[in-house]
């Protein structure tokens, strides 16, 4: 199985600054069709995950821009350029080239 | 809109099973596969298995390979998965998602989710 690891696990930042998280593999998620399978999932609390990134860097429909996935291979990034209140919960990058998709242990975002 | 909703919270004893559906709404059944995840209490996400609504062909996670059936009921746009010989580590939110699968890319990804179902496992 792919293994994922995310880091850190927890973040606390203020509002308006960025946050960075990170998502290493330990095999390399990019595709012979050179799409890198990786997706960005975020739970908010007390609610189910919802897709936010996909092949490493395109946003789901209704993502806004300040939210943004980069990466290649075996090491992804997921920014948020200004946090908002809205933001906190668990952030998850899952692998989706290959079953089982397996995801990372996931990042908690806290608000200062 | 498109919505997935599943059955209520259960309690079973160690041994037992469970059964879980997921009823879909809002889209052609059919048209896209649905997965099953777990959330364990440690918030860790375990993708379980998924089937394809068209032609009933599923893929397990081998690690619930045996104990883990996921069908469906085209008729009722409703999904199951059930898991036998629960044991306290089963303890978790089950989760079913639908794919969405792009041809071009090959890109998989979960754009609907159930609201989740609590199964506790306890002597």
């Known amino acids: 199985d792919i293994v994922m690891t995310q880091s850190p696990l927890s973040l606390s930042v203020s509002p308006g600054e960025p946050a960075f998280i990170s998502c290493r593999s330990n095999?390399?998620?990019?595709?012979?069709?050179?799409?890198?399978?990786l997706d960005w999932y975020l739970q908010k609390p007390g609610q189910s995950p919802q897709l936010l990134i996909f092949?490493?860097?395109d946003r789901a429909s209704g993502v806004p821009e300040r939210i943004s996935g980069s990466g290649s291979g075996t090491d992804f990034t997921l920014k948020i350029s200004r946090v908002e209140a809205g933001d906190v919960g668990i952030y998850y990058c899952m692998q989706a080239l290959r079953t089982p998709y397996t995801f990372g242990q996931g990042t908690k975002l806290e608000i200062k | 809109q498109v919505q997935l909703v599943q059955s209520g919270a259960e309690v079973k004893r160690p041994g037992a099973s469970v059964k879980v559906s997921c009823k879909a709404s809002?889209?052609?059944?059919?048209?896209?596969?649905i997965h099953w995840v777990r959330q364990t209490p440690g918030q860790r996400l375990e993708w379980m298995g998924w089937i394809s609504v068209e032609n009933g062909n599923t893929k397990y996670s081998e690690r619930f390979q045996g104990r883990v059936t996921i069908t469906r009921d085209t008729s009722a746009t409703t999904a199951y998965m059930e898991v036998i010989n629960l044991t306290s580590e089963d303890t978790a939110v089950y989760y079913c998602a639908r794919e969405n699968y792009d041809f071009w890319s090959g890109s998989v990804t979960f754009d609907f989710w159930g609201q989740g179902t609590l199964v506790t496992v306890s002597s």
């Open positions: 092949l490493g860097s």
């Open positions: 095999q390399s998620l990019l595709h012979t069709n050179l799409y890198n399978h």
């Open positions: 809002g889209y052609s059944f059919t048209t896209h596969a």
